[in-house]
Nanobody, 132 residues
Framework: QVKLVESGGGSVQAGGSLRLSCAPS????????LGWFRQAPGKEREGVAA??????????YYADSVKGRFTISQDNAKNTVYLQMSSLKPEDTAMYYC???????????????????????WGQGTQVTVSS
């Protein structure tokens, strides 16, 4: 059974940085699709960043709103995926979720990497609050 546990959320001032971590257990496949999503109150869940890794491949995907500010990475030795967030803005305030997919990975449609509907496994979320 796949279980995802996020950590690293918190409160920061605008312009600050945070690093989120996600440690998936029961997800030991050579081909991995992992993503970070966020949901603000009253808004739909949206894709922030995603990463696809295989033995000799690595691809990353970002929402336009975070390009140049957020970086997704994966440490295979620790089986952990990170989201480094810099130059944070108040509009980045949301609950952030880690997600993983197995059956459909890698996605045929590249747009699926940032689509919440494409992922079967979800963590409980970690809150990020950015104050102005």
């Amino acid at each position: 059974q796949v279980k995802l546990v996020e950590s690293g959320g918190g409160s920061v001032q605008a312009g600050g940085s945070l690093r989120l971590s996600c440690a998936p257990s029961g997800y030991t496949y050579s081909s991995k699709c992992l993503g970070w999503f966020r949901q603000a109150p009253g808004k739909e869940r949206e894709g922030v960043a995603a990463i696809y890794t295989d033995t000799d491949e690595r691809s990353t995907y970002y929402a336009d709103s975070v390009k140049g500010r957020f970086t997704i990475s994966q440490d295979n030795a620790k089986n952990t995926v990170y989201l480094q967030m810099s130059s944070l803005k108040p509009e980045d305030t949301a609950m952030y979720y880690c997600a993983a997919e197995r059956k459909a990975c890698p996605f045929v449609d590249g747009g699926s990497y940032l689509s919440p509907r494409a992922y079967d496994y979800w963590g409980q979320g970690t809150q990020v609050t950015v104050s102005s």
